[in-house]
């Protein structure tokens, strides 16, 4: 219901807007779909600063470690993460870095804390290298479709791998075998 009731407000004001910027394919097409003319859209891939990431380190954690970094809310995916670690066996383990104050986030913290996954809370952007450094993969597992995730470029930006859903944004992002991978969206 949420989404058909934004999807109604965006037909409403599309034709206040003269320009409308897109960072990805994924949200162009959608601007499309919504009744925007494509002459009124821009492609313009997001600047953010990355002076302050460095490489990531290629030496593995003794345990192989996943990682969340982000929102953590239903569409994010992150109970589907958790569900498939709660699952594994083995060398392997699932690092979670976000705000987990919501009842979505506590429920979670509740029935999956267990010795191969974590959760670390929140943290600061200035904190990125050291929580990037935490995770020898890094994965996005979201159920909707996103636009141009952030954390996974920034993820990229300093060569980590990244395992994404493949839909929208994210799979636009990712190159299977050069710098991550996909999987089916809401596969666990």
């Not at 004001?13 to 499309?32: G, K, M, N, R, W």
């Not at 010795?115 to 909707?144: A, M, T």
């Amino acid at each position: 219901r949420l989404v058909e009731e934004r999807n109604e407000h965006i037909k409403n004001v599309i034709d206040c807007i003269d320009v409308f910027f897109a960072p990805s394919h994924t949200l162009e097409e959608f601007y499309v779909e919504m009744g925007v003319d494509r002459s009124k859209i821009f492609y313009s891939k997001y600047g953010f600063n990355v002076s302050k990431i460095k490489k990531h380190l290629k030496q593995l954690h003794e345990t192989i470690t996943f990682g969340f970094t982000g929102r953590i809310i239903y569409t994010k995916g992150v109970h589907l993460l958790c569900e498939a670690f709660s699952k594994v066996k083995g060398n392997a383990r699932l690092v979670i870095w976000g705000d987990a104050n919501s009842e979505y986030g506590k429920d979670l913290i509740e029935k999956y804390s267990c010795s191969n996954i974590e959760f670390k809370g929140r943290y600061h952007n200035d904190n990125l290298q050291h929580v990037l450094d935490s995770f020898d993969v890094l994965v996005c597992p979201s159920i909707w479709l996103e636009n141009a995730p952030l954390v996974i470029q920034e993820a990229q930006s300093t060569e980590l791998p990244v395992l994404v859903s493949d839909m929208g944004g994210m799979a636009e992002l990712v190159h299977d075998s050069e710098d991550g991978f996909t999987f089916s969206l809401g596969n666990e």
